[in-house]
């Protein structure tokens, strides 16, 4: 009996849990100590296996296998139970593991495709300003035209305006002329008849040419006017496309100098690379 008790002890000693006293003795009192072995490594043996196996399971990520404590007493059916508890503990934190890489895949990939979205938008605002920039170049150009040929517009109602005025002048002193000539014809009496005609013809001449001018010195004046209009519309335009050019470049900048558009698409892309990392 105590052979075989040393026997079994030192084969459980060393991890065989199988090993039992399989001679019984006919003395009830080492029967009741070989049974209370046998039984203590048949609960041992029956724990252990429980114990591997739902752990192997929880190991694989199946965590419905639990320890059975029917059967276990004591501190072995607690200790089931505390295995059980952690085993459940361990389905939590898998679960929750599971849904922060499915909400980390999900923010790389929303990441990813603002990202793109935010590169492709800086590519095409940076081509579209560099045309808005050629175009409002080209307007600054034909509106620096337009006022040079308004300028030059100005300098000739100028010198119309000077011409006029010179006309009449002359239109005056035709006009003082021919009121001389009528004297003196009146004081020829009828031998000044011819030279009368004359200065009438020469009078209602003056009075056409003085009419004639006044039209033409109200038209300057509305040219004047006219072009002094377009000159302020024109300047204010320039002020305005000075305006969107400034604001063109900023844009530009934006897109695609350094700190814009380019370089938080760049900065993003490489964020995203590290969290997916």
Do not use: C, W
């Amino acid at each position: 009996m105590l052979s075989d008790l040393g026997s079994v002890f030192a084969r459980a000693g060393e991890g065989d849990l199988e090993a039992r006293i399989l001679a019984i003795p006919q003395d009830e009192a080492l029967a009741q100590v070989a049974h209370g072995v046998n039984h203590f490594l048949d609960v041992t043996d029956a724990f252990v296996r429980e114990s591997q196996a739902a752990l192997d399971a929880a190991s694989a990520g199946r965590y419905h296998r639990h320890l059975l404590t029917f059967g276990l007493p004591g501190s072995f059916e607690s200790g089931a139970r505390r295995i059980n508890a952690a085993q459940a503990r361990m389905k939590e934190v898998d679960e929750r593991a599971r849904r922060d890489d499915q909400a980390r895949a999900q923010l790389v990939a929303t990441s990813t495709e603002i990202s793109s979205s935010v590169a492709g938008a800086a590519t095409e605002l940076e081509a579209s300003a560099a045309q808005a920039s050629t175009a409002v170049r080209a307007a600054a150009s034909e509106v620096g035209a337009a006022r040079a040929t308004v300028e030059q517009l100005e300098t000739t109602s100028a010198q119309i305006q000077d011409t006029v005025e010179l006309v009449q002048r002359v239109a005056a002193q035709t006009r003082m002329l021919a009121l001389n000539a009528r004297i003196e014809s009146a004081r020829a009496a009828e031998g000044g008849e011819g030279f009368a005609v004359v200065a009438g013809e020469v009078e209602t001449l003056a009075e056409e040419t003085a009419r004639t001018v006044g039209r033409i010195t109200d038209q300057v004046d509305a040219a004047r006017s006219a072009t002094a209009a377009t000159a302020a519309a024109i300047t204010r335009f320039h002020e305005l496309v000075q305006e969107l050019e400034t604001q063109v470049a900023a844009v530009a900048d934006a897109s695609g100098g350094s700190g814009g558009l380019s370089d938080l698409a760049e900065a993003l892309y490489a964020e995203i690379a590290r969290i997916d990392t």
